[in-house]
């Protein structure tokens, strides 16, 4: 193998963990979402496309360039590869990438479309993101327009990090959300956050919405 392989074979082993952890929250239905893990500078251990989240096996990972090109693989990966290479290439210090369709991130996202951002204020949890170190802060959680053309939006999302480097997740509307970290513990840490927050924001919506009504 190209890479060393032991390392290939431990990110394939965490990305099967971490996605029947993301598929047990809910977060990717219908064989939707992909991760990956950055393996060293030139490569990454990516999921295959069409796999179910939840029920991963090492088979259904596969080593890609940083260019989205499989190495010695019959897999594919999914069209949303760019995505997850620009992020490694633009940052050698992010590791893993993971991307999620949850319900709250797509109707959140649906909903703040025009505005192009999700604001999340003064909740102690932000403090799980990185270089956050009170609740007294706020984020303004950036949305995409959803497209099929993914090097484009690649190139958006690029763009958007040169202006905003303090940014660890983003939202497609309608679609889903992109998270990364120097790690996949990180990112997957940062989902969870991200979650905990895209969930507060819908409930007290909802309770508003209530109490306004009486
Ligand atoms: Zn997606």
Request: with cysteine.
């Given at each position: 193998m190209i890479v060393n392989e032991m390392m290939f074979q431990t990110a394939a082993q965490n990305i099967c963990e971490v996605g029947r952890f993301l598929y047990s929250k809910g977060w990717?239905?219908?064989t939707s979402s992909n991760f990956s893990v950055r393996i060293d500078q030139d490569y990454a251990a990516i999921t295959a496309s069409g796999k179910h989240k939840g029920e991963?096996?090492?088979?259904d990972i596969l080593l890609i360039d940083l260019n989205g090109k499989a190495i010695q693989s019959n897999l594919k990966s999914s069209a949303e590869t760019f995505l997850h290479t620009g992020l490694y290439q633009r940052d050698k210090a992010i590791k893993s990438v993971l991307h999620t369709h949850s319900v709250n991130a797509t109707v959140l996202s649906r909903l703040y479309e025009k505005q192009g951002f999700i604001r999340v204020e003064?909740?102690?949890?932000?403090?799980?993101?990185?270089?956050?170190?009170?609740?007294?802060t706020f984020l303004n959680i950036p949305i995409f327009l959803n497209t099929q053309d993914i090097a484009t939006l690649s190139k958006e999302v690029d763009q958007y990090l040169d202006n905003?480097?303090?940014?660890f997740g983003y939202c497609i509307a309608g679609h889903g959300f992109y998270t990364w970290g120097n790690n996949l513990n990180a990112a997957r840490r940062h989902i969870e956050a991200f979650e905990f927050l895209f969930e507060c924001a819908i409930l007290e919506m909802q309770l508003q919405c209530k109490s306004n009504a009486s």
């Open positions: 990717c239905p219908a991963l096996t090492e088979e003064d909740f102690e949890v932000l403090k799980a993101l990185p270089n956050i170190e009170t609740h007294e905003n480097p303090h940014t």
